[in-house]
């Protein structure tokens, strides 16, 4: 690379990372001010402007605000007061928003909830949680009244639809509730410290963790991409993941609502409607996973992927296969690719487009940022310590785990999840020296001589498929419940052309198994996107001598009957699990089958 191309490049570095850090420079976790405080100034700037449109209709930031002081007086009249918990368990709807913004004005935690979540997980998240409320639609409903029984205490359930039964009308309990701001009073003894969300995250194994999302934390999102993507008051962003998560929920509805932007909101992701909708809502940027991305350019070609006004797509896990083909054949002029932890204190921004980078922190900059890269031992899945005990920074091209120091302001604060016992498996003490501590990403990371640093892998089991984080005990623990499974080893391992891993399941079976009772099972206990895509019927598992299942050999051989001689199974996504022959395994390899 040239001198004057190698100038270039960090000149657009650093105009993004002075955008960022000029919009976070003054979070501060002692502050009065609050996240409600700082969507509350964009209302007052822009009150008339568009901010959300959802299914034909657009509400005006005077009208979001007004939608959420409902909800904050109806939590207050229900006597809910600061740290108390409303479980939200929604899709994505014009009221999602509004209403754990709302319920922040009067000091009242969220728990988002998946709304793709049925039966124990479900259960688990809610209990986890600790709500006394529930917040539900005429999607999820049933899926809250077929776990309710199984809840440690009574949970109101509170409807936005039809209710009937015990369920509160919630639309009704809305009218008597005034449109105006609550007494700042009420909340005159909270700082940004204060937690506002919890939002969930699979971990590395078991049941879903809750991660306690304080006011500061959900400011350094908001903020932080308000900043990164430059976003302006005309800018229009279409958001189709669900808001339940950060990326969708904090980091796309910052970028746009605390510039006077707009949020063209869709209830879920379509390929073959995506680039119609672009156009005729006149969007200019969009959010994305990996996955997503991974489905466009899988489509046909159509007119209007040519038509839109795209100015910039940003998001996190974007391969570099796909990334180059979004941006020559759908001609978008910037990408910008970042990583982050939800309950973590670790963020970086690709901000001048390297394709595949997650990050860039130049030897320049590097005593500006807390993130790291430490040698890492992937078969005790340990950090590798030096004769004095400490840890070993990573040289270029090293594979390494990414850690993040922890301090106390907003960047480098860890808040970590509900679980206490959670939280502190995740910091990592004695690392440069005695006594500091480090939060433990879980990520296996490499990072170039120019300072880019690359996504290599997660540690340990948990794998990544359609945008989530898949933890294989917790999987394993619903197989087993399947009549005829006897012992059930789940990975993850690579499918043509899917992004991340799908979920295959080794399974010892008994007589009584039969695989259609199984897949009827799979799709009861368990969400779209943890329903394992590929099953091997085995007539033992191997172990390890402490008796660990061993995945290894199972992951390097994956669904190819070349190399497995034991009856394979796919999910065809119409018909269920059908044995794996020739045929389909061509077709599969050829694409033919909608992963």
Not at 341 to 369: H, L, Q
Not at 513 to 526: T, Y
Not at 527 to 539: K, N, S
């Amino acid at each position: 690379m040239s001198l004057k191309a190698r100038l270039q490049r960090d000149l657009r570095y650093v105009r993004g990372l002075r955008r960022t850090l000029g919009r976070i420079k003054t979070i501060a976790p002692d502050s009065k001010t609050l996240l409600c405080d700082d969507v509350q100034a964009a209302v007052e700037k822009w009150r008339s402007r568009p901010a959300l449109t959802f299914e034909g209709r657009t509400l005006s930031f005077g009208e979001v605000d007004a939608m959420a002081n409902r909800f904050a007086h109806w939590a207050k009249g229900l006597g809910l007061r600061r740290g108390q918990v409303v479980a939200l368990f929604m899709p994505n709807r014009a009221e999602y928003f509004a209403v754990w913004y709302g319920l922040s004005k009067v000091g009242v935690v969220t728990a988002l909830v998946n709304n793709q979540l049925t039966g124990a997980p479900l259960a688990h998240c809610l209990k986890l949680s600790g709500a006394s409320h529930v917040i539900v639609d005429d999607e999820t409903a049933a899926a809250f009244q077929d776990v309710k029984g199984e809840l440690e205490k009574p949970m109101v359930q509170w409807v936005l639809g039809r209710a009937s039964g015990d369920q509160r009308d919630l639309p009704q309990a809305l009218r008597s509730c005034s449109q105006l701001p609550p007494d700042k009073a009420v909340r005159e003894d909270m700082t940004a410290r204060d937690t506002i969300l919890y939002i969930y995250t699979s971990g590395t194994t078991g049941l879903p963790k809750a991660a306690r999302i304080s006011h500061q934390r959900a400011q350094l999102y908001m903020r932080a991409f308000a900043g990164a993507t430059g976003a302006k008051e005309h800018d229009r962003v279409y958001v189709a993941l669900p808001l339940y998560h950060a990326t969708g929920g904090l980091c796309a509805l910052g970028a746009a609502l605390l510039n006077g932007g707009s949020v063209v909101l869709k209830k879920k992701f379509s390929a073959s409607h995506f680039w119609e909708e672009v156009v005729a809502e006149r969007c200019t940027m969009f959010v994305y996973i990996g996955e997503l991305c991974r489905y466009l350019v899988n489509q046909p070609p159509q007119d209007d992927e040519a038509k839109h006004k795209i100015r910039l797509a940003f998001g996190n896990g974007l391969r570099p296969d796909v990334w180059r083909e979004m941006r020559t054949r759908f001609r978008i002029p910037q990408i910008l690719e970042f990583y982050g932890a939800t309950e973590g204190n670790v963020a970086m921004f690709n901000y001048d487009g390297r394709e595949g980078a997650i990050g860039r922190i130049p030897k320049w900059m590097k005593n500006r940022f807390n993130a790291r890269l430490i040698q890492f031992d992937v078969e005790t899945e340990q950090p590798i310590r030096g004769p004095d005990g400490l840890c070993i920074e990573c040289g270029a091209g090293q594979v390494g785990e990414c850690i993040g120091r922890i301090g106390d302001d907003a960047r480098t604060d860890y808040t970590g999840y509900v679980d206490k016992a959670a939280s502190e498996k995740k910091i990592l003490r004695d690392v440069f020296q005695k006594g500091d501590a480090w939060f433990r990403t879980g990520d296996l990371m490499r990072q170039d001589a120019d300072g880019y640093v690359y996504f290599v892998d997660r540690i340990g089991d948990t794998f990544r498929w359609k945008g989530e984080n898949v933890s294989t005990a917790e999987v394993a623990l619903r197989l087993h419940e399947a009549p005829g499974v006897l012992e059930a080893n789940v990975y993850g391992v690579e499918a043509p052309g899917a992004e991340g891993r799908a979920g295959m399941a080794a399974l010892v079976t008994s007589g009584e198994f039969d695989v259609k009772a199984f897949g009827e099972h799979v799709e009861r206990e368990l969400p779209h996107f943890a329903q394992p895509m590929f099953l091997r019927l085995l007539p033992a598992l191997e172990t390890t001598g402490t008796f660990k299942q061993r995945k290894v050999d199972l992951v390097a051989e994956g669904f190819d009957p070349s190399k497995v001689k034991h009856p394979l199974y796919f999910k065809h996504p119409d018909k269920g699990y059908i044995r794996i022959t020739k045929p389909v395994i061509e077709k599969l390899q050829a694409g033919g089958y909608k992963l």
